[in-house]
T-cell receptor
Framework: NAGVMQNPRHLVRRRGQEARLRCSPM?????VYWYRQLPEEGLKFMVY????????ESGMPKERFSAEFPKEGPSILRIQQVVRGDSAAYFC???????????FGPGTRLTVL | QQQVKQSPQSLIVQKGGISIINCAYE??????FPWYQQFPGKGPALLIA?????SEKKEGRFTISFNKSAKQFSLHIMDSQPGDSATYFC?????????????FGEGTQLTVNP
């Protein structure tokens, strides 16, 4: 059984570019969560999605950030016009339903130059 | 009201000793309390979790103690091993406001000396 997969594992962008992070949940999981971890800090919730729906985006910055989880394919976290403060590890977690455990992927480490 | 406070920030334990990490929460609607272990460069891995209907849960060397009235819960690692050296995060979720999203503590860096 493959776990949660994220790619790329490392991403380097210059200020002003776009970053696109992908997450494939575990087989049978239709709930996806994105979290951000700044250096030496805990994880902060960003957004919760089910297939084709955003359920809770209360942790997502209002500008430049968007997320989707289409009917087919991985969930995408998109950061437009990246700034240095966006440098962090971005983790995706999946769950079979909203009341079950969340299993995390290995993360994407974004560095903005 | 959404905070989860974790202590200590770092912990050094000798091999074979007991590691104890504490967390306190404010939101009384929280009803799910997991602990995650994270190694450098890796994603968090679920260790053990508890719901408020029990006061203790044990899985192998790992035990969660839960005190609902004090709004506190703790992780005990018995017979700590060097391989347990990692960062540990407590988390909480539940209630209408928070739903299933996890609110994490700030983490505890555990070092187990041989």
């Amino acid at each position: 059984n493959a776990g949660v997969m994220q790619n790329p594992r490392h991403l380097v962008r210059r200020r002003g570019q776009e970053a696109r992070l992908r997450c494939s949940p575990m087989k049978g999981h239709s709930h996806v969560y994105w979290y951000r971890q700044l250096p030496e800090e805990g994880l902060k919730f960003m957004v919760y999605l089910q297939k084709e729906n955003i359920i809770d985006e209360s942790g997502m910055p209002k500008e430049r950030f968007s997320a989707e989880f289409p009917k087919e394919g991985p969930s995408i976290l998109r950061i437009q016009q990246v700034v240095r403060g966006d440098s962090a590890a971005y983790f995706c977690a999946s769950s079979p339903n909203r009341d079950n455990e969340q299993f995390f992927g290995p993360g994407t480490r974004l560095t903005v130059l | 009201q959404q905070q989860v406070k974790q202590s200590p920030q770092s912990l050094i334990v000798q091999k074979g000793g007991i590691s104890i990490i504490n967390c306190a929460y404010e939101n009384t609607a929280f009803d799910y309390f997991p602990w995650y272990q994270q190694f450098p460069g890796k994603g968090p891995a679920l260790l053990i979790a508890i719901r408020p209907d029990v006061s203790e849960k044990k899985e192998g060397r790992f035990t969660i103690s839960f005190n609902k009235s004090a709004k506190q819960f703790s992780l005990h690692i018995m017979d700590s091993q060097p391989g347990d050296s990692a960062t540990y995060f407590c988390a909480a979720s539940g209630g209408e406001t928070s739903g299933s999203r996890l609110t994490f503590g700030e983490g505890t860096q555990l070092t187990v000396n041989p």
